[in-house]
């Protein structure tokens, strides 16, 4: 899947993602905002595992984002399950370096 925003492409997340991922993700101010499950430190190994299972999803729900093609965050969806089948949970971070660039604005 590939979606161009113009600031930025929302796109599949490809196993050579795993160091970028993980520059960006290892940091404590990009953590401090996101669920508990979200490793911290967040290594090259925690992105490998990351990936794989985005990789696996069907259908697809958790992409790259991606700025000068150079991947610097990830964006999602969870769907609600059971009583909360007909809701959902959307997600994203960004890392720091990419702050302030109007990625995720409104």
Not at 2 to 7: K, N, P, S, V
Request: charged share 25%.
């Amino acid at each position: 899947m590939r979606l161009d925003c113009g600031i930025c492409v929302i796109r599949s997340f490809t196993h050579a993602d795993s160091e970028e991922v993980a520059a960006h993700a290892n940091n404590p101010n990009v953590a401090r905002y996101l669920r508990d499950r979200f490793p911290e430190p967040y290594t090259v190994q925690s992105a490998r595992r990351w990936i794989s299972y985005c990789m696996e999803q069907e259908p697809e729900s958790n992409f790259a984002i991606v700025v000068d093609k150079k991947v610097v965050g990830g964006i999602g969806f969870e769907p609600g399950g059971d009583v909360d089948r007909y809701t959902g949970e959307f997600g994203y971070w960004l890392g720091e370096a990419a702050w302030g660039r109007g990625i995720a604005t409104t």
